[in-house]
């Protein structure tokens, strides 16, 4: 089946064309067309995102994106068997809009609609095709052997160590006491004054100085705190750390020229969060003996997280799945992913317009 997937729960206009089949036995997708607009541009100079702003932006853009969506894919809005849409979490005015497109879509053009959790749709951006050969051995391996999974999703907005039991079942172990690990990155970039958002900006400021050999790098001994690090549970809290970098780089930057400070500070908080996440992803894995881990979340693009981790689980030889880079961030293709399950699993009957609602506060 076709399915029309839009996103509009936080500062992207997304909507995707894929194709699902295989049922819940064998479960497989194509990404026909997955167009995104961001707001980057729109919220920098506020360092953070801005919630009316955003609400405008996407009832501006929404249709042209859904058009432009229809057009790569190469479909018309008959083609479509259903359409999903993000109904929650997320911001409730950037939510309402994508909501109510997707129930008068599916009013005039008389199709089901659904409406999904956005941490339901990054857990299934694993799900989504790979680009690079090496990495499809998981995929196909996978179906037998999937559940239980460990998922550790790392956003703007969330932390959370996720057992997924089935499809559709989820339990939460672990989650953020405070802030979320994307805005930790967020928060600490705009204290080095690196800019928005932050978690791409502090990995290329790292980047300058990953040579071993790096002058910089071996000027400075920054250590910054892993706070919970050793806790007994699974849970995260990253406050302190934003904390330590706010006076650790007021006291430096009166000795040492920026462009010094900011590469090693970075390094360094990437570092003790990447730390972190790794740490206590390799405790769920040692008590809890999952068959498949798996990351999702905007924070999962992380290049020095993605390498960590895989070094970290390889001795656990269970399979360690990524997804694509391209759907790590918000995306249409995850929500219409986490459409097909839904469908699959719901009686027709709920798949109506009128039963669709925004829920900035919705849990898995
Ligand atoms: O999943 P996402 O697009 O939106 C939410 O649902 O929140 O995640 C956005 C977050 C931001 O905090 C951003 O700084 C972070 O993901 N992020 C990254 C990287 N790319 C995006 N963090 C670390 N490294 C990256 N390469
Ligand atoms: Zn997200």
């Known amino acids: 089946m076709y399915i029309l997937g839009i996103e509009t729960s936080c500062d992207d206009t997304a909507a995707a064309v894929i194709e699902a089949k295989g049922g819940l036995a064998k479960p497989s997708f194509s990404v026909l067309a997955s167009v995104s607009y961001s707001q980057v541009a729109i919220h920098k100079k506020f360092g953070g995102i801005v919630p009316n702003l955003a609400s405008r932006a996407h009832l501006e853009k929404i249709i042209p994106t859904i058009k432009e969506t229809f057009k790569i894919a190469k479909k018309k809005p008959e083609n479509i068997d259903l359409i999903a849409v993000t109904k929650g979490p997320g911001l409730l005015p950037s939510l309402l809009i994508g909501v109510n497109i997707a129930r008068a879509l599916a009013y005039k053009w008389q199709k089901p609609v659904i409406g999904v959790n956005h941490i339901e749709g990054h857990i299934y951006s694993n799900w989504l095709p790979l680009r690079f050969r090496e990495s499809d051995k998981f995929f196909d391996s996978r179906n037998q052997t999937l559940f239980p999974a460990l998922i550790l999703i790392v956003s703007g907005g969330h932390t959370e160590l996720v057992l997924m039991k089935d499809y559709g079942k989820y339990k939460i172990i672990g989650q953020t006491l405070d802030d979320a690990a994307g805005e930790c990155f967020d928060k600490t970039a705009r204290l080095l004054e690196l800019g928005f958002p932050g978690g791409p900006a502090i990995a290329a400021e790292a980047a300058k100085i990953s040579n071993p050999k790096s002058e910089i790098r071996n ?45 090693a500070m970075a390094a360094e ?19 809890l003996n999952p068959k498949t881990v798996m ?3 905007g924070v999962s693009a992380n290049k020095a997280l993605r390498e960590k981790m895989a070094r970290e689980f390889e001795s656990y030889k269970i399979p360690f799945l990524m997804p694509d880079t391209s759907y790590t961030t918000d995306n249409a293709a995850m929500i219409a992913a986490a459409g097909y399950f839904n469908y699959l699993m719901k009686k027709p009957t709920q798949n109506s317009w009128k039963k669709i609602e925004a829920n900035a506060n919705l849990n898995i």
């Open 269 to 287: 908080v990437q570092n003790a969060i990447v730390d972190i996440l790794t740490a206590k992803t390799v405790k769920a894995i040692e008590n």
């Open 219 to 263: 000027k400075f001994q920054i250590l910054l705190p892993r706070p919970m690090i050793n806790s007994k549970d699974y849970n995260f809290s990253f406050s302190g750390l934003k904390t330590a970098v706010l006076y650790l780089y007021n006291d430096l930057i009166k000795k040492y020229p920026a462009k010094e400070i900011r590469p």
């Open 295 to 297: 990351i999702a979340g």
